[in-house]
């Protein structure tokens, strides 16, 4: 559950300009998780060619993106990626909370409901990587289930090179897929 004044909303084709100013106020503290960025994923204009391309692949069913915000500011995100459905009835997870609003609760708040959004779409797992360094994310995902089922070197490019990532799993339910 959401403190007070936070909430999550999906994302919306209004939302370039606060995802750019959360870009630029949060870009030394994503940088160390995230691929080198183009001075223009700063920009609002930048940000619309991502809000856009995302919307795309939420129309295709691949991603399901929502949106952190406190009042008026946009202050972290929460996305379902690469859902596979068939076999697999899967997506990995993705989330970032702004480095003035950490440690209230935020992640945890906004893992629980991608897990909520599993369930709602039919998906069997949900998988997360971390970089081995990312030790506060790590404990978010073992707070909400997920288990550490091993490690991949060279697994993503970021911060200026290939880095290990710590892979975990959360297996939602044991039952058939649903129709």
């Given amino acids: 559950m959401l403190p007070d004044g936070y909430a999550l909303r999906p994302l919306s084709a209004d939302d370039a300009g606060p995802l750019a100013a959360a870009a630029e106020r949060n870009r030394e503290h994503l940088r160390p998780w995230e691929p080198l960025r183009p001075g223009s994923f700063f920009t609002e204009e930048g940000q619309r060619e ?3 391309g995302r919307l795309r692949q939420v129309e295709l069913g691949l991603f399901d993106c929502w ?18 459905r068939g076999a697999m009835l899967g ?9 003035a609003h950490l440690r209230r609760g935020l992640a945890v708040a906004s893992v629980e409901h991608l897990v909520r959004r599993g369930h709602d779409l039919g998906l069997h797992r949900l998988g997360a990587s971390t ?5 506060p994310s790590q404990a978010v995902l073992r707070r909400c289930g997920f288990q550490e089922v091993g490690r991949i070197p060279s697994f993503l490019y970021l911060d200026g090179g290939w880095r290990d990532s710590i892979l975990f799993n959360l297996v939602l339910h044991d039952g058939p897929p649903r129709g």
């Fill in 50 to 52: 991502v809000v856009e």
């Fill in 131 to 135: 970089m081995v360094a990312n030790l």
């Fill in 67 to 84: 949106v952190l915000w406190h009042g008026a500011d946009v202050v972290g995100a929460a996305n379902l990626q690469n859902i596979v």
């Fill in 91 to 99: 997506a990995d997870l993705g989330y970032w909370v702004d480095h």
